[in-house]
């Protein structure tokens, strides 16, 4: 098989660059060394926020790159302490309010978060904030969400919901019945529910990325582990799936590299990029 020239490099997280004791692959930093010598950017892309995203693109020393946060709902440019928008899509006020006033009626159990730029607000504390917390290191504020939509205009660039993955499929289904105008939502897992802009994937992120640094969508590659993924793979000049991905994800890909625990990352860009 004939590869293009790769002239950027994408890649997703959690399942991705980071093994199942979520550390780093510790081949990559090496590897994104000499992509800085080709002058290829390497471009994290992540569900995560800014201050999930950042300590990682530090370590890896990627450099002022872009991140691509809330797939793809918010894209910096730069490092933690200093750093520029270059493109966002925000969740339309009135829809959140909307979402918002509907869980509280009809699934009060369930855990809300509200992602603006580094903010990270939850409706209560429990035990899933306790767990997102964990993988993220990051420390949200406690507010009523409801109030603060209705006294304040807000940047919201996702809402998280989270909880049982029985009351997640009821929740989902109920937003269907509201025909969201404006809004997009996805299970990124069983009990995680996640509502976004319409507008807002990764595949138009990398899209988005490409027109930043004047290159061409064939001349990228995207690697990724999981569903959301599918679309960023297929339009990549090469798609690459990680050997630990589903099924469905490595048929949407070009190639299958090894798994996350197995350094996949870091052996995809040396074999088709370097």
Known sequence: MNFPKIQLVMSDIDGTILNDQHLADENLSESIQYLKEKEI?????????PLGMFPLAEELDIGRN????YNGALILEGTQNSYRTINEHLVEQEEAKLVLNGIKKYFPQVSINLYSGKQWLTDKWD??????????????????????????????HKLLLVEEA??????????????????????????????????????????????????????????GDNFNDIPMLALAGVGVAMGNAPQKVKE?????????????????IRDYVL
């Open 66 to 69: 872009p991140i691509v946060c």
């Open 166 to 223: 029985e009351i997640i499929q009821e929740l989902y289904e109920f937003l269907q019945s509201l025909e969201l105008k404006y809004s997009s939502f996805y299970l990124s897992k069983d009990n995680y529910l996640e509502l976004t802009a319409k507008e807002v994937s990764k595949e138009k992120a990398l899209t988005e990325v490409a027109k930043h640094y004047g290159i061409s969508l064939a001349h990228t590659m995207a690697i």
């Open 252 to 268: 949407s890909a070009e190639v299958v590299t090894c798994n996350n625990n197995e350094h996949g990352a870091s052996q995809a």
């Open 127 to 156: 035990k899933w904030v306790d767990i997102e917390a964990s993988i993220t290191n990051e420390t949200p504020k406690e507010h009523n969400l409801q109030t603060l939509l209705l006294e304040e205009n807000v940047s919201i």
């Open 41 to 49: 950017p390497f471009v994290l892309a992540s569900a995560r926020s």
